[in-house]
Nanobody
Framework: QVQLVESGGGLVQAGGSLRLSCTAS????????MAWYHQAPGKQRDLVAQ???????TYADSVKGRFTISRDHAKNTVYLQMNSLKPEDTAVYYC?????????WGQGTQVTVSS
């Protein structure tokens, strides 16, 4: 069992930046992948970015060049650096981990981008 706790969300103006953090209650070294999803009101939860254990990253087309996912194994933490934010990035952002074939989700953190 692992708990994931997100932080770093908030209100930011368009063009601004935020860094989300997701800290796990145990080692995420073997989690494959670690990922961030987002869900806007009335919409499905979609993949934003993911990183495999060998460092391979995947991004949604809408965030390529603006968002960066990274992992710090020493801190059991995965980050999502979000730059050049747009109003359409407004959503609840969820951390995800696949660990030993079990899926784990955080509780989500709200990101609101004002125009």
């Amino acid at each position: 069992q692992v708990q994931l706790v997100e932080s770093g969300g908030g209100l930011v103006q368009a063009g601004g930046s935020l860094r989300l953090s997701c800290t796990a209650s145990r080692s995420i070294f073997t989690a494959n992948p670690m990922a961030w999803y987002h869900q806007a009101p009335g919409k499905q939860r979609d993949l934003v970015a993911q990183m495999t254990t060998d460092g391979f990253t995947t991004y949604a087309d809408s965030v390529k060049g603006r968002f960066t996912i990274s992992r710090d194994h020493a801190k059991n933490t995965v980050y999502l650096q979000m730059n050049s934010l747009k109003p359409e990035d407004t959503a609840v952002y969820y951390c995800y981990a696949n660990l030993f074939e079990q899926s784990y989700w955080g509780q989500g953190t709200q990101v609101t981008v004002s125009s």
